[in-house]
């Protein structure tokens, strides 16, 4: 089974270093799927299409199950891996290496010096830990969801309950004469939470399953 939440970058991020007179330009991404990270690649030669070197390393999914690596003109070896073992050693605000969902994408401005394998190994690995370092990490979390319907007139104060007693409250709407309330929760909680819920309000509200989903929270 798949686990139910990992981290991931809240924002791309981009850090510069210089060795030896090179510039090494780390560019992270989010991203979803693989073809938004290749896409990602494409724009970033775009941008970057005077550069020497693009090398790039990618980890989807909440197994971090799907990794790619591209050397792009280095030797084999040399930046795609140390990009990629940057990416999935990465020690999180958790404690873990769980970092997922995320593509980094070293543009490398060649200084006319040559560093040797060992060298770009610690240049590419290096420059995407320095990244790293600067991001902004959220928490992922696969969430069951009752919908809970309020009457309007209660609705300010039990929504203020709601909220009080911790529920993790991911949505609030208003269409017609009712307020309508999302609660995630996690699997094992389903019988706690509408339990919880129905003690709050008292009897009051209609609660209904909706699909679970994947919801983004501060890390």
């Known amino acids: 089974m798949p686990p139910d939440q990992y981290v991931t970058l809240g924002a791309a991020v981009r850090h510069e270093v210089e060795i030896s007179r090179s510039r090494f330009i780390a560019c992270l991404f989010p991203v979803a799927d693989e073809q938004l990270a290749r896409g990602r690649i494409t724009a970033l030669r775009r941008e970057f299409h005077d550069a020497r070197h693009l090398p790039s390393a990618f980890v989807l999914g ?123 929760f996690p699997r094992q909680n389903l019988d706690i939470t509408t339990d919880r819920i129905a003690e709050l309000t008292a009897g009051t509200a209609s609660i209904t399953p909706t699909p679970s989903r994947w919801v983004d929270l501060p890390l």
């Open 62 to 184: 909440p197994n971090r199950n799907q990794q790619r690596t591209s050397d792009d003109g280095e030797p084999s070896g040399t930046s795609g891996v140390p990009i990629l073992n940057a990416l999935t050693s990465h020690v999180c605000a958790t404690g873990r290496a769980e970092l997922t969902d995320v593509l980094a994408v070293v543009v490398r401005y060649f200084g006319g010096i040559k560093l040797g394998a060992g060298g770009l190994v610690r240049a590419y690995g290096g420059t995407v830990s320095a990244a790293l370092a600067h991001a902004a990490m959220i928490r992922r979390v696969h969430l069951d969801v009752l919908t809970v319907h309020l009457p309007v007139g209660s609705a300010g104060r039990l929504e203020a309950a709601l909220r009080g007693s911790g529920l993790s409250v991911l949505d609030v709407s208003w269409p017609g004469s009712e307020c309508v309330i999302e609660i995630g």
